[in-house]
């Protein structure tokens, strides 16, 4: 059993650098793929290699997903809020670095959630029932105080705010999309950050190698933790991810630095999904695509199941350490071999061909319908974490409704 399990580890380390450098190309999307084969895959192997295949693709992936937020301007619902200040850090010659902060919170977070699942274990038994009705009701205070803290825009951030969840909630009633978050998020925070730079910035400078990092050891500390623990809360209310995660942690850390913030946002998603492997066990429901596909192959999570699993999550973040820091590199070495306006207008042309192919005509329109909302944010000098209603708003009215 050793060399079927070792071997699905290695393909779904490789699956998680495609999944992960490619946008658009989900760990959802490869699980219902491999779900929809999975009576063919069974006949020549078992469902535990199948689950371990999974649990590697979606550590890994939470690893690489950092390359197209900050290089590429277009992010997953996991790095939305790292899109704009890993970008600052690239013009800057320094995106590397950001690749190294996000890197930082994602496996510092995977080590802290590893050493703390004992814990977990014990609180998510206690607080999944006290938690349940409260969430959506958390949410509409957090976002208060937020909009609040924002003197002098808050009228603004408000229709911000609510423009972007109406977005939303309309698009998450199209259930004949293929990729919804894809359209919207391209648009909220890529593409309309890809069409600020291109007109007010006419080259991309070297990227610098020399300069060290330059997170100090208290927000090392403070976003791993806080990443953990939000990643803890992701993993096991419904509707709630890593997303909302990363917004609660920033409302919760107002003063924290973009170094400490991109370590925040990278470590939230892997320990979202690190912890969803315990919530699988303990609670037995699955808060993610990718566990959903574990369960459908296993039936139920078993503790021996569970440590397996935590097992190749460690393996795979290691992994994905090495490869994202590596891929970083090349990406470095190379974005910049190029006319950066020629860049931007090649990305933004595959973004738009991207939204096309995955959901035609109706795909493009909420591309350039959250592009818009992005650029008016921009024009009205607020906080993109405000754009998040566009997943915050449909999640309070799942809640409350």
Sequence with gaps: MFFPIFLSLILGILSGIITGLCPGIHV?????????????????TSPIVLSVYIISLAITHTFLDTLPSIYLGAPDDSKALAALPGHRLLLKGQAHNAVLYTILGSFGSLLLGTVLVPLFLYGMLILDPILQGTIGYLLIIIMTIMILRERGKRLKCLIIFLLAGTLGVLVFTLNNLHQPLFHL???????????VSLFETSFLPQQDFSISPIISRKDTIQSISGATIMGFIAAF????????????????????????????????NTANMLLSIVAAYTIQKARNGAIVGV????????????????VVALISGAAGTLLTIKFSRIFSRYITKINYSLL????????????????????????ITSTSLGLLAHRWGIAKNHLMGCLVIPVILYFVL
């Design 28 to 44: 959802n999307l490869v699980t219902v793929l491999l779900l929809s084969f999975s009576p063919i895959l069974l006949e020549f």
């Design 185 to 195: 998020l391209s648009g909220l925070f890529g593409l309309s950050l890809l069409l």
């Design 237 to 268: 209310l419904p509707g709630f991810g890593s997303s909302q995660a990363a917004i609660m942690a920033s409302a919760a850390t107002p003063n924290m630095n973009e170094e400490g913030f991109l370590s925040l946002v990278g470590g939230i």
């Design 344 to 367: 931007i207008k090649i990305i933004i042309i595959f973004i738009i061909f991207l939204s096309i192919i995955f959901d035609g005509p109706i795909g493009l329109l909420i591309l």
């Design 295 to 310: 369960q459908q192959l296993l039936s139920q999570v078993t503790f021996s199941h569970m440590i397996l699993f935590l």
